[in-house]
């Protein structure tokens, strides 16, 4: 690696373009730009030592420098500039960090992002997006500690420029409310602002992966600042079922302990208890103890995704919650038609009346219809199967010797039983 006197230094300084953030090099030296000690103090609020940091819209490479200098164990900038590139990749080497960053030349809307990070930073780049909600959602698949916004809310100087009086701005900044750029030839690359609520909501509410989301007001630009902490949940036992099932039921033994044995777990009295239907404008918070949770169990209604129109598993904002766990003990609750139809109708529908038990008759009759059931579970299988955290898949289902939790030793084994147990013949 070139060693830079300061003569070499000053040379970089004075021919190359360099602006926007500044960076401190040897010798009293620095790029001409803002310090942004903010956004440093809260990143590095928490040690960073070991971690590997992702910097979206890198620029000249300030915060990778920033991270590696402060314990980061890889840092890597994604930056489209091709100048930008080069004048980070000097710097770095005119720094000597060990190890360096990894600039790489990449769209963050057309690479395939294949790697999980610690801790991804998407600093003023969010209204330069052509597809800011997707970046959001991929990022958040991928990150695994926290993710920092420094997001471009319409401050008073964007709002002249956009023509938009005082009361637009008002409206906007109290409202869940995305504001679409003129996308004018003289800056095509503004393309949508977001209030500081809507991002908040589409990150807590849509993403439901966020453990807690601090807000600051940003001293850069009149901006604002979220630092998304991501949940993390060690092993989870997630019991899932269409309705009337024996859900409930099923995870009130589990935290009985009666299945401690057969799961593998000491103790179940205790652990956080989540039903995606009590989850809905709540913060993760306020179910889990702590962003890394070390067990808990979850109740899943398949029949859900169905009354509220998703049609898939994936498309369900709480399935997010499921895919903040690395390990899951999938217990699928899978009575008989017979069964399932019986306790449907003295649950839900006996001495009901009113919209919920319509719903609750059109599920019994569903529940006979030919591959209703089977398409149901096997969806849910195809789902568990896709995921990235380890599942081990168990069916509770009705034997000879009644009701017996099984442990499946692969999905086909899982498959089957939901074949054998759920297959109707069409009516001739
Ligand atoms: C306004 S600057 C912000 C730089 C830096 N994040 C900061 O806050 O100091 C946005 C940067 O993102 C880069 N950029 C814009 N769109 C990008 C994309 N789709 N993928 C990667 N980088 C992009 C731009 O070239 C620019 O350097």
């Not at 730009?33 to 490479?61: A, M, N, T, W, Y």
């Not at 701005?169 to 500081?196: I, N």
Request: aromatic share 10%; with cysteine; hydrophobic share 35%.
């Amino acid at each position: 690696m070139k060693i830079y006197k300061p003569e070499d230094i000053e040379e970089f300084l004075s021919k190359e373009q360099l602006r926007y953030q500044k960076i401190d090099l040897p010798f009293g030296y620095s790029t001409p730009g803002h310090p942004r000690g903010q956004i440093k103090e809260i990143l590095f609020s928490e040690s960073i030592k070991g971690r590997s940091v992702l910097d979206v819209g890198s620029f000249l490479g300030q915060m990778c420098v920033a991270a590696l200098q402060n314990g980061a164990e890889r840092a890597v900038g994604l930056e489209l500039n091709r100048d930008r590139i080069r004048q980070a990749g000097v710097i770095s080497e005119i720094l000597q960090l060990s190890p360096q960053p990894e600039y790489r030349r990449e769209d963050i809307e057309s690479t395939r992002l294949e790697e999980d990070f610690d801790v991804v930073l998407l600093l003023n780049i969010l209204h330069h997006l052509r597809d800011p909600i997707g970046i959001l959602r991929t990022l958040t698949k991928r990150v695994k500690h926290r993710l920092i916004i420094e997001a471009a809310s319409l401050n008073r100087r964007d709002a002249k420029k956009l023509k938009l009086g005082s009361l637009s701005r008002f409206l906007f900044s109290r409202s869940p409310a995305v504001y679409v750029g003129p996308c004018h030839p003289k800056d095509l690359s503004q393309t949508y602002f977001f209030s500081e609520r809507a991002l908040t909501d589409i990150l807590s509410k849509h993403l439901m992966s966020y453990w807690r989301i601090d807000r600051y007001p940003s001293e850069f630009k009149g901006r604002f600042i979220l630092d998304c902490k991501k949940l993390s949940i060690d092993r989870m036992v997630l019991v899932a079922g269409c309705n009337s099932s024996g859900k409930s039921t099923f995870c009130e033994r589990v935290r009985q302990n009666e299945f401690s044995g057969d799961l593998g777990y000491d103790d179940c009295s205790d652990i956080p208890f989540v039903n995606p239907a009590k989850l809905w404008g709540k913060p993760l918070n306020s179910v889990f103890p702590a962003q890394e949770t070390s067990e808990c169990l979850m109740h899943y209604d398949l029949s859900l995704v169905e009354k509220f129109n998703l049609h898939s598993f994936e498309r369900d904002p709480a399935t997010s919650v499921i895919e903040c766990s690395k390990t899951i003990d999938a217990v699928l609750v899978a009575p008989s038609i017979e069964t399932l139809k019986h306790q449907i109708y003295e649950s839900e529908i006996k001495n009901k009346t009113g919209d919920g038990s319509q719903f609750h008759r059109e599920q019994s009759e569903r529940f006979g219809e030919p591959g209703y059931l089977l398409n149901l579970y096997g969806d849910w299988l195809d789902y568990l199967e896709g995921l990235d955290s380890s599942v081990t898949l168990y069916v509770f289902g009705e034997t000879p010797d009644g009701r017996r939790l099984t442990k499946c030793k692969t999905i086909e084994d899982a498959r089957k039983h939901i074949r054998d147990t759920y297959s109707v013949e069409a009516p001739v």
